[in-house]
């Protein structure tokens, strides 16, 4: 599919807030996900958005959607040295000959958090 | 607890052997995933299946083949590795469009 974009890698320091920027490709995803991936492991689902909202909050974490610029965000406040990670964006797409519905991820933005 | 499950965390084939990747959910979702992942390409879609004996190509299916005879199983085949098939092996499997997929915790191959 095509591609979904995000920064490759993000430094920051402990208690800080984090801003992991995607910009996303099919403008009729109904669904925006943002996944991490620990060391070794496999992807978790962090949070999503429903594409008729343009903001949700949980707890540390707050996506924002701009759907006219198809860009979406994800930023973690007070960012801690466990929230160090690879952090994926990902869109619901229609892929196959018979329209079946897929996710499209981002190559993914690897979260440093210093000390 | 939902659960993901592939049958091995690790391992080493050699070139032109005939490989299996199982993944097994219990969650009775229709559609599941086989995702490879590299080093700076991010996740790319292999296969999938939204229901028994049904499979679509994703974006990289070359190499590879697949099959789902029972719904909480899925396989990727490697019929003849390759060097370049050495890579991360992500298994995922989600019930419908709006909701979210779960991923196993991954297989990594080595060719060699």
């Known amino acids: 599919g095509e591609d979904v974009e995000q920064s490759l890698f993000l430094s920051v320091r402990e208690g800080d807030s984090s801003v992991i920027n995607c910009t996303y490709t099919?403008?009729?995803?109904?669904?925006l996900y943002w996944y991490k991936q620990e060391p070794g492991a496999g992807l978790q689902l962090l949070t999503y958005?429903?594409?008729?909202?343009d903001m949700k909050q949980d707890q540390r974490l707050t996506v924002l959607l701009n759907k006219k610029d198809k860009h979406l965000s994800l930023r973690i406040a007070d960012t801690q040295t466990g929230d160090s990670a690879i952090y994926f964006c990902?869109?619901?797409?229609?892929?196959?000959?018979?329209?079946?519905?897929?996710?499209?991820f981002g190559k993914g933005t690897s979260l440093l958090v210093t000390p | 607890d939902v659960k993901v499950t592939q049958s091995s965390r690790y391992l080493v084939k050699r070139t032109g052997e005939k490989v299996f990747l199982e993944c097994v959910q219990d969650?009775?979702?229709?559609?599941m995933f086989w995702y490879r992942q590299d080093p700076g390409l991010g996740l790319r879609l292999i296969y999938f299946?939204?229901?028994?004996?049904?499979?679509e190509k994703g974006d990289i299916p070359e190499g590879y083949s697949v099959s789902r005879e029972k719904k909480e199983r899925f396989s990727l085949i490697l019929e003849s590795a390759s060097t370049n098939q050495t890579s991360m092996y992500l298994c995922?499997?989600?019930?419908?469009?709006?909701?979210?997929?779960?991923f196993g915790q991954g297989t990594r191959l080595t060719v060699v």
């Open positions: 299946s939204y229901d028994v004996k049904m499979k």
């Open positions: 969650m009775d979702h229709e559609n």
């Open positions: 958005i429903f594409s008729n909202m």
């Open positions: 990902a869109e619901s797409i229609v892929a196959g000959t018979n329209s079946g519905y897929a996710l499209n």
């Open positions: 099919d403008s009729s995803s109904t669904y």
């Open positions: 995922a499997s989600r019930t419908g469009l709006a909701t979210e997929a779960f």
